[in-house]
């Protein structure tokens, strides 16, 4: 290509022609729904569905296409509020304690895992998927919508580890019924790995990659099991150790690179 350029320069010259200016690039543009995530406010896919609820205008105008192109010189607001891309990535992992909802805001006012890492940033954090309020364990919260996007994809295959405590010994034909597929309302569903964790047979290691909303207790549930505790004890290869209870900490930038180029199983 070094050559291609170098015979081109001396034909120029030759001729006494100059090369005709470029004309003038026009600016990246991006989908919508992406510049959304680029501004911390939720994952790309939640970015579509805002947009489609008519909560984000561009230059004054209501958009509801979320593949819209911006180039982001645009005045682009959310719920009425001026939105710019984030120039500052955190990522927080939270030990979530049972009793907290896992949502930015609740109109009923109840507890929400915000209210615990609200000292973390001053500004927009958003959680990473979702525990439900009787489930404790790891949660990640960022303002880095791509990340969030990734993780979120079933694609990805993210790995989840829990501890199960369930109301009655779990029987061997149910453990086994478990690994090959149970049958839910919304199609078929099954766990990557399971173990007794003690002799009662009620307290179990669960290792599951999908993202369904309440999927473990629907698994128990379809079984004739109530989940009595559930504790998320792993999260895309993050750990709880060190972080009790309540407590968050920030992600090292080694974990960080871990994610970004995490491939699932």
């Known amino acids: 290509m070094a050559r291609k350029h170098s015979h081109t320069s001396e034909t120029n010259r030759s001729t006494g022609h100059s090369q005709q200016p470029k004309a003038a690039e026009q600016p990246d543009t991006m989908p919508l729904n992406k510049y959304v995530a680029h501004c911390g406010i939720c994952s790309r ?18 958009i509801l296409e979320p593949g819209f192109q ?3 010189n645009e005045h682009i607001t959310y719920n009425k509020k001026p939105i ?13 304690p049972k009793g907290y909802l896992t949502t930015t805001h609740d109109p009923k006012n109840r507890k929400t895992v915000m209210e615990l890492v ?6 927009r954090l958003f959680p990473v998927g979702r525990l439900d309020r009787n489930t404790s364990g790891l949660l990640l919260l960022t303002n880095d919508g791509e990340l969030a996007q990734k993780l979120s994809h079933p694609s990805f295959e993210v790995k989840k580890v829990y501890e199960v405590h369930i109301n009655k010994p779990l029987t061997e034909a149910h453990f086994q019924q478990m690994l090959e597929g149970v049958m839910l309302e919304d199609g078929p569903a099954k766990v990557d790995a ?12 669960l290792e599951i990659h999908s993202g369904k909303n309440r999927i ?7 079984l004739g099991y109530e989940v009595e505790k559930l504790d998320r004890v792993m999260y895309a290869g993050l750990t709880k150790k060190n972080l009790p209870r309540g ?4 992600l090292s930038e080694k974990e960080v690179i871990w994610l ?6």
């Open 216 to 222: 473990v207790r629907r698994l128990f549930a379809a």
């Open 45 to 62: 896919r939640k970015a579509a569905e805002l947009i489609k609820q008519g909560l984000v205008q561009v230059n004054g105008k209501t």
């Open 70 to 72: 911006v180039t982001g």
């Open 194 to 205: 399971l173990a007794y964790l003690d002799g009662t047979r009620k307290v179990l290691g």
């Open 260 to 265: 970004k180029h995490f491939r699932g199983a």
């Open 118 to 123: 609200k000292s973390a940033f001053n500004g």
């Open 84 to 96: 710019r891309p984030v120039r500052q990535k955190v990522y927080v992992l939270l030990n979530k």
């Open 247 to 250: 407590k968050w900490r920030y």
